[in-house]
């Protein structure tokens, strides 16, 4: 057991919870995406899903929460949709007992601030047909945005790129329809998409640190962009 759960461990450090940088499961920057963070840290990790919510995640690539895209995807098509519910228990169990050091969180932005209400006119005319104007999501098909991990992360990129080129999760038997995000590339500027992220970083009780125009041009100029 202890080996199966190890050899998981790697491929969710390769595949969601990255390999750069010390903090151990905490996420980092891995082909041009930020991994997320994977620990039991109920904030920016995953220490408010459950057991099951966790495993069903792991099974089928959804979960109230969100579904699983990009290398993650591969990771639950390829591997951990074929692993035994045990197997998948033990691995849940382990990842939410990580516990990292709590790290205070940033003020969320002002409601008034002019970033925020840029962003919430470019959110309700986007994103909140399918995210909801309460960034509820819809479960097991469009990911919650208030209180996501995703969302807290110290890094945007993978909400940039996401958001400039789109993306598409995975598609298993335990959920097959595999939901496509569209790409905004051609009908957002880089004004507008740093404003819609900050906002959506800092509504519902979120709070992490603005977007820039800086970081979405850094994002469009990279070679492997899109």
């Known amino acids: 057991m202890r080996s199966v759960i190890a050899a998981l461990v790697i491929r969710l450090k390769i595949s969601w919870g990255a390999t750069r940088g010390p903090p151990y499961l905490q ?3 891995l082909q041009g995406w930020y991994a997320p963070n994977i620990t039991g840290e109920t904030r920016r990790g995953i220490g408010e899903w459950s057991i099951e919510k966790l495993v069903a995640y792991l099974k089928t690539g959804a979960n109230t929460y969100t579904v699983a895209s990009g290398g993650m995807g591969e990771e639950v098509v390829h591997s951990s949709s074929h692993m035994t519910e045990a197997d998948l228990d033990a691995v849940a169990v382990y990842l939410l007992s990580v516990k990292p050091a709590v790290r205070q969180s940033p003020l969320p932005l002002a409601a008034t ?32 945005l208030a209180g996501s991990p995703a969302v807290h992360a110290d890094d945007p990129t993978t909400l940039i790129r996401t958001m400039l080129y789109g993306s598409r999760a995975a598609a298993t038997d335990g959920a097959p329809t595999g939901p496509m995000m569209p790409a905004f590339l051609w009908r957002l500027g880089d004004a507008q998409v740093a404003a819609v992220i900050t906002y959506i970083r800092n509504a519902w009780g979120n709070a992490a640190s603005p977007v820039s125009t800086h970081q979405v041009r850094e994002i469009k100029s990279e070679p492997s962009a899109g």
Do not use: E, I, S, V
């Open 27 to 29: 996420g980092g920057l």
């Open 113 to 144: 601030d002019p970033r925020m209400t840029a962003g919430q006119a470019l959110y309700k005319d986007n994103c909140a047909p399918c995210h909801t104007d309460a960034g509820t999501g819809a479960a097991r098909l469009f990911p919650r």
